[in-house]
C-alpha cells in the first residue's frame, strides 16, 4: 500500500500566514513527515511531493498543482493527501473540515475517517467533511483527499498549529485514519533522527549522533536510494552507483 503526503505550499510560497507570523507551509511539512513515519512503520510506502522546504517546480501556482499531482501519479500511489492550514479574514472562524472530490467513493470513505480522528484526536470544531474541485483532488489517478488542520488565521488555533505537540497529535491522527481504512495496526513512531531519501520515508538504515552530528551507514543508506555500493579491494576504494 503506497501512499502520497502532500504537505501544501513550500518553497516560494508561504500559504497562509498567522497573525503571528506561523507560516503554513512549514505546519504542513511538520505534519506531513510525522504521518509519513507513522504510517511507513506501519508497513506502508510512504513518499512525498517535498520533504524540505525545497520545492522542485516553478514558482507559479499552476505548475506547482500540476507537479504534485505527476508526482503521486508518477509514484502510483493508492492514495493521495494533501495537508493545509485553514484561513479567514475573521479571526473567530476555527475547526477543522476535511475534502475529497465526490460524496461517493474510497476517497470519501477516507475523508470521513480522517475527520472523525482530527476532530477526536485534537478536539477542534467539527466543520464537517465537503466536496471541493480543487485541483490535486481532480487530477490525481488515486483517491486523494485534502483536509484543512484548523484555522491559521485564528489566534488560538495559530499557537496550536505551531505546538510540535499538536503536530504529533494531528500526523498520528491523520496515519490512523490512513491505517484503519487499508487495515493495518499503528506502530509507534519511530524515534528520531528520520530518514527521507529522494523525498521516500525510509526506515532501517542505522544511524546514530554523535557530538550534534547525524551518521549514517553507507551501503545501507545508498541501497535504500536504489543504489549500490562496490568496494574495490586493490584500490581501497569505495565505488557508488545511484539509480539514474
Known amino acids: 500500500?503506497?501512499?502520497?503526503?502532500?504537505p501544501g505550499h513550500g518553497g516560494y510560497d508561504p500559504g497562509a500566514v498567522g497573525p503571528g507570523g506561523l507560516k503554513e507551509k512549514d505546519v504542513t511539512l511538520a505534519v506531513a513527515l510525522r504521518a509519513g513515519f507513522y504510517l511507513q512503520e506501519s508497513g506502508a510506502e510512504v513518499f512525498f511531493t517535498r520533504a524540505s522546504d525545497r520545492v522542485s517546480w516553478l514558482p507559479e501556482v499552476g505548475r506547482d498543482l500540476a507537479a504534485r499531482v505527476e508526482i503521486a501519479n508518477r509514484g502510483q500511489a493508492d492514495l493521495y493527501l494533501s495537508i493545509h492550514c485553514n484561513s479567514a479574514p475573521t479571526p473567530?472562524?476555527?475547526?477543522?473540515?476535511?475534502y475529497s472530490f465526490r460524496q461517493m467513493g474510497k476517497a470519501a470513505e477516507v475523508a470521513r475517517l480522517i475527520?472523525?480522528?482530527l476532530v477526536r484526536e485534537l478536539g477542534l470544531r467539527d466543520r464537517g467533511v465537503k466536496t471541493a474541485g480543487f485541483y490535486v483532488l481532480r487530477h490525481t489517478a488515486m483517491p486523494a483527499v485534502l483536509t484543512e488542520l484548523a484555522f491559521i488565521s485564528n489566534p488560538r488555533e495559530e499557537k496550536l498549529l505551531s505546538d510540535p505537540g499538536f503536530q504529533e497529535r494531528a500526523a498520528k491522527a491523520l496515519a490512523r485514519a490512513v491505517a484503519v481504512h487499508y487495515g493495518l495496526v499503528l506502530a509507534p513512531a519511530p524515534a528520531?533522527?528520520?530518514?527521507?531519501?529522494?523525498?521516500?520515508?525510509?526506515?532501517?538504515?542505522?544511524?546514530?549522533?554523535?557530538?550534534?552530528?547525524?551518521?549514517?551507514?553507507l551501503r545501507p543508506f545508498v541501497a535504500a536510494s536504489g543504489g549500490t555500493v562496490e568496494w574495490n579491494q586493490e584500490t581501497k576504494t569505495i565505488v557508488v552507483y545511484l539509480k539514474p
Open 1 to 6: 500500500m503506497r501512499v502520497c503526503l502532500d
Open 92 to 98: 473567530e472562524a476555527g475547526g477543522i473540515e476535511t
Open 115 to 117: 475527520q472523525a480522528e
Open 192 to 217: 528520531a533522527p528520520r530518514l527521507v531519501i529522494d523525498n521516500r520515508a525510509v526506515t532501517g538504515v542505522p544511524l546514530q549522533v554523535i557530538e550534534g552530528r547525524t551518521w549514517v551507514e
